[in-house]
């Protein structure tokens, strides 16, 4: 945790360069999966299974009881707390719906359109490890089920007992998702891309995941298969003002640094003196935090950079693209139409990211590692895709028709070229009856 | 070019799926084409043009006295239709623009919403060949001008004078494209994902091109790039009744065939009389056109379906999932909300595809090969990306600020509870006073 001024480094952004995962031999093991899941299908998934989750399962489906007994194994008080969170995420996520795109006569006589139709189905993939991501179940159940998608197939792999975390279960459930798979890691990437006697293959795969099940989704998305984006490891970039509570500035950092090892923290302000009461904050605060570990070692990328104005880290911020963009300063509304390339941003002080991460409305399933530049966060957008619709009356063709003939010839393409004029010769001689 | 009936035919599908495209070599081929622009810059790309074009160039860019140049070079009857196409495609792509989404306050005090901002640095591919592909500059550059792209940069082979045709510098700069680079193949795609001394690395790549350019697509997307869709051959699936005419349907089948040898045609209709009607018109028509082996080829990849029923044909096309799809049916709006998967739907007798290919205002770039279950043809929302925005009061985070704990907690982010638990005390702390 040092300080980097902008005045002395030329080229701060080279200093917060993304670290660059190391793959050994990720690649070919991965591939390894893919293949024999493709050509043994579920004999393949029982063994992996076994082989990565030490578990021994006749049968990959939750079970319609065990999908019953998830409500009655969680508080109320949770139970609350998530109905709250899904309601605002659906809130949100419904005024991302347009059904029909809006009708135009572009020549007169001929009218185009576009109409979003729900992708048929859909993979969701949620991780298993230390804790249960239900967040994540919301975030991606919601749009599909405001999509109207109707399949919606969930994999998460199973514990050490051979169940599923009841508040995935519960939350799964909420969002209207009721076939749900015990299957983790890369042979779910591969069930879902290939399908197996037990399971169908999806048309587009979505979720986070650890390597494995990210360099999966890689692999697959090289074969043709749809996924959400490509992945990350996750990331907050602060911009801040000399006002802004260093207290906040530091548990915001924090949070983002417990998620993983490979996260990335950043703060720029023109503030030195923030700076250095924030770096002071990120000490005291993250002496008792339970992930002490992890966010050791993410807090040794991050970078606490003193900028010659606002402007200038709002520019870096730009330039960065991060995941999680939080300006924790005097007016944010007036930085927002700057902002250029970010996943989320979350204004003002007291909107930490924690907010958006469960439950403000907005998805937190984002584009990080920079992909912020030409993709967008998980909308209701992902789960439809939209149809061109056109209709030529008999006076449209005779309108557009030589158009058409002009510019196909000039492309060589003579074929195009008589399927316009067969049309207009049958007009014409009928018009001349 | 066979008959095929559903009724003898169990599993139709099977009958006609897609060629398998054989890539000897080619994988190798294009990762060393981008493994040496990627070290070698500007001049690697040079050694590929000469050894690929067999062209000395200098200076990649089209210079503003070639620019200029372009409109003298075309007639004025071009000219117009061009502008007629470019008109159209304009005003159907402005009705897909949103500028920002609606601003919903999900819980008192927290409010959410998202932005379209425009992708900052684009490349566009056309495809040099037997015929200068201005209309797929139109397609990809009216889109990007609606949405706002501050850069976009477009890369066509040169011929081999050194010049770019002039239909496509025309077209370029109809749509405010005026950064025109002379590269090609796969070397150009290096250049646009990597950067050299003298292009830009851009932030996403659009458009068609043959199995090299194809090939380079997909291996910078497997590395994180972001591109417009896998792409495939062309094809066309015509769905008609007993009345539609048969030199028209004949005439669409073979506008489609002519694109490439790989491209698929197919027509499915409860009528055999139409389907032989239309085998006979195919033979009749295909005669003296010019690109009579191409279509050849292509046709022996044909087929000619004849179903039990309409819906048959219709569930047919669904399960085929083709990229232009042709209602040549008595009242095609009545089917219109039976069409699952396709990329663009031409409906009625005198729609032809050719319409949509030029000038009706929908995309011609689209995806085949049955990606149309999951993609959408090209729109302005491939050309920005949506930020989420929030913002959340004092009273909002009062609101909201426990049940985000509630959340975290089960989530065992504690860090994430303790960046709430921060701020609510502050506000307790400030409200007791």
Redesign the interface.
């Known amino acids: 945790m040092e300080l980097i001024f902008t005045t002395r480094e030329p080229d701060v952004l080279s200093k917060i360069q993304r670290p660059v995962e190391n793959l050994v031999d990720l690649e070919e093991r991965v591939a390894f999966v893919l293949r024999e899941v493709r050509r043994r299908g579920d004999v393949a998934i029982r063994e992996f299974t076994r082989q990565f989750d030490r578990m021994e399962l006749e049968d990959f489906r939750a079970t319609p009881a065990e999908l019953e007994a998830a409500a009655g194994q969680l508080s109320d008080?949770?139970k609350e707390?998530?109905a709250?969170?899904e309601?605002?995420i659906r809130?949100?996520h419904q005024?991302?719906w347009r059904a029909n795109?809006?009708e135009?006569e572009?020549?007169a006589g001929?009218t185009?359109w576009?109409?979003a139709?729900p992708?048929?189905k859909i993979g969701i993939y949620i991780p298993g490890g230390?804790?249960?991501?239900?967040?994540t179940v919301l975030m991606l159940g919601v749009p599909a089920s405001i999509a109207g998608c109707p399949n919606v197939y969930l994999f998460t792999p199973p514990r050490k007992d051979g169940t599923i975390h009841p508040?995935i279960l519960y939350a799964a459930q909420l969002t209207g998702i009721t076939n749900i798979f015990k299957i983790g890691g890369a042979q779910a990437i591969a069930a879902m891309a290939f399908g197996t006697e037990s399971v169908p293959k999806v048309?587009?795969i979505f979720g986070p995941g650890n390597a494995f099940v990210t360099e999966a989704k890689?692999?697959v998305?090289?074969l043709?298969v749809?996924i959400d984006m490509?992945a990350g490891p996750s990331e907050v970039f602060i911009v801040a003002d000399e006002n802004a509570?260093a207290?906040?500035v530091a548990?915001?950092l924090?949070?983002q640094?417990?998620?993983s090892e490979e996260s990335q923290v950043i703060l720029a302000t023109p503030s030195e003196s923030l700076a250095r009461r924030t770096i002071a904050e990120v000490r005291l605060?993250m002496r008792d935090?339970?992930?002490k570990t992890i966010?050791e070692k993410s807090m040794e990328k991050s970078a606490f950079i003193v900028t010659r104005s606002l402007d200038e880290a709002l520019d870096l911020a730009n330039a960065y693209a991060p995941e999680h963009l939080i300006l924790m300063v005097e007016r944010?509304?007036k930085l927002?139409e700057r902002?250029?390339?970010?996943?989320?941003?979350?204004?003002?002080?007291?909107?930490?990211?924690?907010?958006?991460?469960?439950?403000?409305?907005?998805?937190h399933v984002?584009?990080t590692?920079g992909?912020?530049?030409?993709?967008?966060?998980i909308?209701v957008?992902d789960f439809v895709?939209?149809?061109?619709?056109?209709?030529?009356?008999?006076e449209?063709?005779l309108n557009?028709?030589?158009?058409?003939e002009?510019?196909?010839r000039?492309?060589?393409?003579?074929?195009?070229?008589?399927?316009?004029a067969?049309?207009l010769k049958?007009?014409k001689r009928r018009k001349r009856k």
């Open positions: 008080r949770f707390a998530l709250t969170a309601r605002n809130l949100f005024t991302q795109g809006q135009v572009t020549t001929i185009c576009r109409q139709v992708i048929e230390s804790a249960p991501l239900f967040s508040a048309d587009k890689r692999q998305a090289a043709g749809s490509p509570p207290e906040f548990a915001d924090l949070a640094a417990e998620h605060q935090l339970p992930r966010i944010p509304r927002v902002v250029r390339n970010a996943g989320s941003v979350f204004l003002g002080n007291y909107t930490p990211e924690a907010l958006g991460d469960y439950a403000s409305g907005t998805n984002l584009p590692y992909y912020t530049r030409a993709y967008s966060g909308s957008d895709k939209w149809i061109y619709f056109q209709k030529a009356t008999e449209g063709i557009l028709g030589p158009v058409v002009e510019l196909a000039e492309e060589k393409l003579e074929a195009h070229v008589r399927s316009i067969i049309r049958k007009l």
